[in-house]
């Protein structure tokens, strides 16, 4: 069965750190992308980052490009999501997905959509000010 969980979330204070984290079962790890969004209270889902595992290609949305580094660790099947110099409006449920194709995973972020083969629960990260 395919899993994707997510953990890391929690209460930060404005301009502090915090590392996401998402652990992959039931598919090869290697031959996947692995995307982070998020979704804050009455707003669409918004695609922040992406890693080409086989690759070690990234994207980053311009939102938060310089404050969030996506890195994967194979051997342990894991996805991170550092965040650095956080903003309240960082606030938002997290969640990590995966797909077998990079460039559908690039333009199903860049068209906003949901369309990815796999997706994890989410975790709840609530920036206070």
């Known amino acids: 069965e395919v899993q994707l969980v997510e953990s890391g979330g929690g209460l930060v204070q404005a301009g502090g750190s915090l590392r996401l984290s998402c652990v992959a079962s039931?598919?090869?790890?290697?031959?996947?992308?692995i995307c982070w969004f998020r979704q804050a209270p009455g707003k669409e889902r918004e695609g922040i980052a992406c890693?080409?595992?086989?690759?070690?290609?990234?994207y980053y949305a311009d939102s938060v490009k310089g404050r969030v580094t996506i890195s994967s660790d194979e051997a342990k099947s894991t996805s991170y999501l550092q965040m650095d110099n956080v903003k309240p409006e960082d606030t938002a449920v997290y969640y990590c997905a995966a797909d077998d194709s990079w460039i559908h995973s690039i333009v199903t972020v860049a068209a906003k959509s949901d369309d990815l083969d796999y997706w994890g629960k989410g975790t709840l990260v609530t920036v206070s000010s």
């Open positions: 890693i080409d595992n086989s690759e070690g290609t990234t």
């Open positions: 039931g598919f090869t790890f290697s031959d996947y992308t």
